[in-house]
């Protein structure tokens, strides 16, 4: 077991200073993610809205940081994607922490942060290009996955802290959010160094820079369409665990729902934290795609242990699983991206995919929210399972019919 442990952790051993580097930033920010976990209740219990127009502002900060993605993945190709990056969180925290001076301003509080997402929406493309920058198609997995990792370490504690300051120091949410923001910022700009073009794109003839506009490359690679449209299926799998998973619990004990829901969400945080390194080493031999059809299934396993749970050992037993399809589907979504796509063209392609599918997923809590209502918690199951077996099927089928991105090495 020890040697096992061993084997894991050291593939995180011997990467580029500027990878670490990345990956404190991460934790920081990640500490300081006090905002988005409570929006909700500082736009109603704070401000006064209504629990509609609470979750209409909530739509208009998520379509405001998609939009800034959108745009951000073209400055960050065109600028460098270390500048757009600093430059974004930077601008974004600045108006994070002007609303801690007024943070009883129905207006302007939103309007701030309105503006300040769409910056750190600007900063996510051009920070993902950047961790693909640092790392090649060998040791991809490992640096994906330790700032994954290092982000769930500093979010496991981050909204824990937000709890407590939330009825009596609210300022302080924003004020901490913004200076996380700054402190990790400050340590990309300060210590991570952008590597040249050359080791950029490794030993990958994929990754070397092409000539045209974004939507010529992706005419090229249709399968980075396809891809992502799988990977939005499974990204509505795993949204569940934060949107009907909460409303079941409610539904199945009460006042104690909620409740449970905190304690399901922090040991989320602390299977990922774990498992990261275990899982990433076990996959180390397989394609990307086979490793999602793995998480597929994980997320159907999850959700079918969920529905048919008659106690709570078994919800936990469940969301074991539903961490593990987490883990595989938010680090080797970024390792085949980065892989597939020219280290040109990287900003761009983060951008555009990652605004396609998170438009694509925005109908999905209506849909789930009707489907609730109108059939049933059982049916949802169902349809959330489904859905997940469609994503294995379409990554079994990509698999099949193309050759791995690159020669995968066992760590």
Same mark, same amino acid.
Request: hydrophobic content about 50%; charged content about 10%.
């Given at each position: 077991?020890?040697?096992?442990?061993?084997?894991?952790?050291?593939?995180?051993?011997?990467?580029?200073?500027?990878?670490?580097?990345?990956?404190?930033?991460?934790? *920081?920010?990640?500490?300081?993610?006090?905002? *988005? +976990?409570?929006?909700?209740?500082?736009?109603?219990?704070?401000?006064?809205?209504?629990?509609?127009?609470?979750?209409?502002?909530?739509?208009?900060?998520?379509?405001?940081?998609?939009?800034?993605?959108?745009?951000?993945?073209?400055?960050? @190709?065109?600028?460098?994607?270390?500048?757009? &990056?600093?430059?974004?969180?930077?601008?974004?925290?600045?108006?994070?922490? *002007?609303?801690?001076?007024?943070?009883?301003?129905?207006?302007?509080?939103?309007?701030?942060?309105? &503006?300040?997402?769409?910056?750190? /929406?600007?900063?996510?493309?051009?920070?993902?290009?950047?961790?693909?920058?640092?790392?090649?198609? %060998?040791?991809?997995?490992?640096?994906?996955?330790?700032?994954?990792?290092?982000? $769930?370490?500093?979010?496991?504690?981050?909204?824990?802290?937000?709890?407590?300051?939330?009825?009596?120091? %609210?300022?302080?949410?924003?004020?901490?959010?913004?200076?996380?923001?700054? #402190? /990790?910022?400050?340590?990309?700009?300060?210590?991570?160094?952008?590597?040249?073009?050359?080791?950029?794109? /490794? $030993?990958? @003839?994929?990754?070397?820079?092409?000539?045209? %506009?974004?939507?010529?490359?992706?005419?090229?690679?249709?399968?980075?369409?396809?891809?992502?449209?799988?990977?939005?299926?499974?990204?509505?799998?795993?949204?569940?665990?934060? &949107?009907?998973? +909460?409303?079941?619990?409610?539904?199945?004990?009460?006042?104690?729902?909620? #409740?449970?829901?905190?304690?399901?969400?922090?040991?989320?945080?602390?299977?990922?934290?774990?498992?990261?390194?275990?899982?990433?080493?076990?996959?180390?031999?397989?394609?990307? %795609?086979?490793?999602?059809?793995?998480?597929?299934?994980?997320?159907?396993?999850?959700?079918?242990?969920?529905?048919?749970?008659?106690? *709570? +050992?078994?919800?936990?037993?469940?969301?074991?699983?539903?961490?593990?399809?987490?883990?595989?589907?938010?680090?080797?979504?970024?390792?085949?991206?980065?892989?597939?796509? !020219?280290?040109?063209?990287?900003?761009?392609?983060?951008?555009?995919?990652?605004?396609?599918?998170?438009?694509?997923?925005? !109908?999905?809590?209506?849909?789930?929210?009707?489907?609730?209502?109108?059939?049933?918690?059982?049916?949802?199951?169902?349809?959330?399972?489904?859905?997940?077996?469609?994503? #294995?099927?379409?990554?079994?089928?990509?698999?099949?019919?193309?050759? +791995?991105?690159?020669?995968?090495?066992?760590?």
């Amino acid at each position: 077991m020890y040697r096992k442990l061993t084997k894991s952790i050291s593939m995180y051993a011997g990467l580029p200073h500027s990878v670490y580097y990345i990956a404190i930033a991460r934790a *920081i920010l990640g500490m300081g993610n006090f905002i *988005i +976990p409570f929006l909700v209740l500082l736009l109603t219990e704070k401000l006064g809205y209504s629990a509609t127009v609470a979750g209409s502002l909530a739509m208009l900060v998520t379509a405001a940081f998609l939009m800034g993605g959108f745009i951000g993945g073209k400055l960050s @190709d065109h600028f460098g994607h270390k500048r757009v &990056m600093v430059v974004g969180e930077g601008v974004g925290s600045l108006f994070l922490m *002007i609303c801690g001076f007024y943070p009883e301003s129905v207006t302007l509080v939103p309007t701030l942060l309105l &503006m300040a997402y769409f910056c750190l /929406g600007i900063a996510l493309p051009a920070s993902n290009a950047l961790v693909a920058d640092l790392s090649s198609p %060998t040791n991809r997995d490992a640096v994906i996955s330790l700032s994954y990792l290092t982000y $769930n370490l500093g979010s496991a504690v981050g909204p824990i802290i937000a709890g407590y300051l939330f009825w009596a120091h %609210t300022r302080w949410i924003y004020w901490g959010n913004g200076i996380a923001t700054l #402190v /990790g910022i400050a340590v990309v700009a300060m210590l991570v160094k952008v590597p040249q073009i050359e080791h950029a794109i /490794g $030993n990958s @003839d994929l990754e070397k820079p092409v000539e045209g %506009t974004v939507w010529s490359v992706l005419r090229e690679r249709p399968r980075l369409i396809v891809f992502t449209l799988l990977c939005g299926l499974l990204w509505f799998a795993l949204n569940q665990m934060t &949107m009907a998973s +909460p409303l079941y619990l409610s539904a199945l004990y009460g006042a104690d729902g909620p #409740v449970i829901f905190g304690q399901l969400m922090t040991f989320a945080c602390v299977v990922v934290v774990i498992l990261t390194p275990w899982l990433i080493t076990l996959t180390s031999s397989k394609t990307e %795609t086979m490793s999602l059809v793995y998480a597929g299934f994980m997320f159907a396993l999850g959700y079918a242990l969920i529905m048919g749970a008659s106690n *709570i +050992p078994v919800i936990f037993v469940a969301w074991f699983f539903l961490s593990a399809g987490e883990v595989l589907l938010l680090t080797k979504e970024g390792v085949y991206l980065a892989n597939q796509s !020219p280290v040109s063209h990287r900003g761009r392609i983060q951008g555009v995919l990652m605004t396609m599918r998170s438009v694509l997923l925005m !109908p999905s809590f209506i849909l789930v929210g009707y489907s609730i209502d109108k059939f049933g918690y059982e049916f949802t199951w169902y349809g959330v399972i489904l859905v997940a077996l469609l994503a #294995v099927a379409g990554f079994i089928r990509m698999n099949g019919k193309e050759k +791995p991105s690159r020669e995968k090495v066992c760590l």
